[in-house]
């Protein structure tokens, strides 16, 4: 006769192995929406972009939510506002491969920020805001549309089996609130996301917040990135992740 003990060991066992054959279900249905949406399962590829990287001196990348933009003014050079009705500050930047260093000197110090170079434009290494080339993201293209919800969908599911494992891990029932500084050691280190956790705020490619709040509550997908991603990306696509 199994333990008390035991008995709770085993049932949060098979507890987790549900999860994470729903995430497994909710990963299949996704896949399928969005090849159907693309235009069936048998589509045509989409034609590769050519000179898909952003040129870079004299370009001004802006986040469309926030209004704050990055303008490289010369060949070394920059400017940084962080909203639109914010002071400009100036800096200095490297541009090595796909990854741009920002050095902005101030008399407190110097602050250092990093973006990856990605074919939709910048996007902060930490928090994950997307600096689009001279473009708003109602203007982005549906395959940069797509791009954009299959990393935020990826996003979400590793914040969910994340909060799956703090919670077996921690025996915490449902309910439990959980914050994002409780999932970074379950997210990998190094990773965007896991820095993102350990500042405590965590965004999607449009800027958007993605809300964690309790175990067995799924992480939600604002209703701002749903709205701007809709067309691409319908309801079936990111459930569980949709506030009701």
Known sequence: MNSPGESQTRLMALDLEARKWRRRAMGWLGALVLALTMGGLAAEPLPEKQDAKPAFEKAVFTNADSG???????????????????????????????????VLKSAEGA?????????????????????????KADLLSPQDLRKIATETLEMLRILDAATDQWSIELGKMAGTPVALKDLAPYIKTGSRLHKACLLGRCVDLLGNPITVTAVDTPPRLSKESFDKLSKVAPEAFWEPYLAK
Do not use: M
């Open 68 to 102: 704050a933009s990055i303008a490289l003014v010369s060949a070394t050079e920059c400017e940084i506002k962080d909203g639109a009705a914010e002071p400009v500050r100036h800096g200095e930047y490297t541009h090595q491969g796909d990854k741009l260093k920002i």
């Open 111 to 135: 602050d250092v920020l990093f973006y990856d170079v990605t074919d939709l434009g910048l996007v902060a290494a930490q928090t994950r805001q997307l600096f689009s080339n001279g473009t």
